[in-house]
């Protein structure tokens, strides 16, 4: 029987471990935090149960205004209430981490119906192939044993962990990484969030509607800037309609406790005061000290793993998936490299990683979820395609949902109208995105995709709109 060593629980080694237990594999998962990894439970999963107490409250922020919903207590006059609703972060919070807990002992309890076993303990991968290419995985227990495994092929899956500045180290009290926010039983009064990509606005979002008075550090000119700009554009107008402090071009060099509140420094010197600073700045891989490059195993400047399309590094029968690839830090992608690599060894049917079929969601309010070919790789000549963006405002459906921010725009290509790629900013937008991906992976044109009917009202009408915007022109420019 094949045996396969899996080092790390998270996405990418769980669905690998699926896969090849059910191909007849004999496998064995190796993991020291517990199975679903960092993306169940501390980053993924807790963040987005977070986030979905979040949305209900600014769904109560903004019924007034929009719908005519008055939230009040008992006081009257009603007219004259102001917010009343407020959160529990305790109790949030240990929601958050209850249902993170029940994830992974779920994915555990998955992975050994499906016959894999599970370790728990620190791997490292012993430099020499055996003469019949087999891998040794020595694996160290808590209490200090240690267990020599032997395997046909090992998969890494061993993820990343939040990048520190050295004048900034989070104290899990007031200076806080993206793993440690889960702790706090109290709201943070004042938050100062460093760094502006996706977990950085994810949090700041999250926390503001949430109550907290929150000032966003950028060291970009705008938030998110691997994103859409327009859909980040949207997204920084909401969140300075709705009262953020947004510091773009802005670089945090240093945060220290000072009593019961934290001081951010810039590097032009400014000095900002909280009362907890989040640091969202990044990822480190964990490639350290587990034995890869003794074993061949080339690793990027970053540290991160080298891989080809079908997962295998440099090193013979082994394979690498997820954030410590840095290919694409997502849960799906992580999931979709651990799969292909047990197919490819095991010997099934194979299909590489194609990058531009990946669909991908910010969790913000509004979502921004995308697909495919991006603006820009349009403005830069990597693709010639058509676009055209729609503003949800148009929507009747949107009108009657109180929707005023947001819009769809998608890409195709000038002669045959193949859809290419596609943003959509919205209220779960994660949703609404999962057509224009099939369009994406099919092929299908946007004639067809005009085609097809769509509910009405609804805001996938707004997809079907601007797919039969991007026909018209194409039909005038043909003619």
């Not at 190796?30 to 209900?56: F, H, N, Q, R, W």
């Not at 949902?401 to 769809?408: E, K, M």
Request: hydrophobic fraction near 40%; charge should be negative; proline fraction near 4%.
């Amino acid at each position: 029987m094949t045996r396969i060593v899996i080092i790390g629980g998270g996405p990418g080694g769980y669905e690998a471990a699926l896969v090849a237990a059910q191909l007849g594999a004999e496998v064995t998962v190796v993991d020291c935090d517990g199975l679903g990894g960092a993306s169940v439970l501390t980053d993924c999963v807790p963040s987005k149960t977070l986030i979905a107490t979040a949305e209900v409250m600014t769904t109560f922020d903004s019924s007034y205004e929009e719908l005519g919903i008055i939230v009040a207590d008992d006081t009257p006059p009603l007219e004259q209430a102001a917010r009343v609703v407020g959160v529990d972060l305790g109790k949030v919070n240990r929601r958050v981490k209850r249902l993170a807990l029940a994830q992974s002992h779920d994915i555990t309890a998955s992975v050994t119906r499906a016959g894999g076993r599970v370790m728990r303990g620190r791997a490292r991968v012993e430099p020499q192939q055996s003469l019949d290419g087999s891998r040794r995985v020595v694996v160290r227990a808590a209490d200090g044993s240690e267990q020599t495994l032997v395997a046909d092929a090992v998969l890494l899956a061993t993820g990343a962990h939040p990048r520190e500045i050295p004048d900034a180290e989070p104290d899990g009290e007031r200076i806080l990484n993206w793993t440690q926010v889960y702790d706090l039983d109290e709201l943070p009064q004042e938050l100062i969030v460093v760094g502006s990509g996706v977990t950085g606005a994810e949090f700041a979002g999250a926390y503001q509607a949430l109550g907290s008075k929150v000032t966003l550090v950028s060291s970009r000119d705008r938030v998110l800037p691997g994103e859409d700009p327009d859909a980040a554009a949207v997204l920084e107008d909401v969140f300075r309609r709705r009262g953020m402090n947004v510091m773009s071009r802005s670089r945090a060099q240093a945060a220290k406790r000072v009593g019961d509140r934290v001081e951010v420094t810039l590097s032009d010197g400014r000095v900002i005061s909280g009362t907890h600073c989040l640091m969202a700045v990044g990822s480190i891989p964990n490639t350290a000290d587990i034995g890869l490059e003794e074993a061949g195993i080339k690793l990027a400047e970053s540290g991160h793993i080298l891989t080809d399309k079908v997962s295998r590094t440099s090193a013979p029968g082994i394979y690498a998936a997820g954030d410590c690839t840095g290919v694409l830090a997502l849960a799906s992608v992580a999931a979709m490299q651990g799969r292909i690599a047990m197919y490819h060894f095991l010997g099934d049917a194979v299909t590489p990683l194609n990058l531009k079929t990946v669909s991908a969601n910010v969790f913000t309010d509004p979502e921004i979820a995308t697909v495919g070919y991006s603006q820009a790789d349009v403005d830069g000549g990597k693709i010639d395609a058509r676009v055209v963006k729609l503003p949800l405002l148009r929507n009747p459906r949107a009108k009657m949902q109180g929707i005023r921010d947001g819009f769809v725009k998608i890409f195709c290509r000038p002669g045959t109208g193949i859809v290419v790629g596609g943003v959509v900013v919205a209220p779960r937008a994660s949703e609404l995105i999962h057509p224009i991906s099939l369009a994406v992976d099919n092929n299908l044109t946007v004639e067809q995709i005009a085609n097809a009917f769509t509910v009405y009202p609804s805001l996938s009408g707004s997809i079907a709109e601007v797919a039969r915007q991007l026909h018209t022109r194409k039909t005038q420019e043909e003619s």
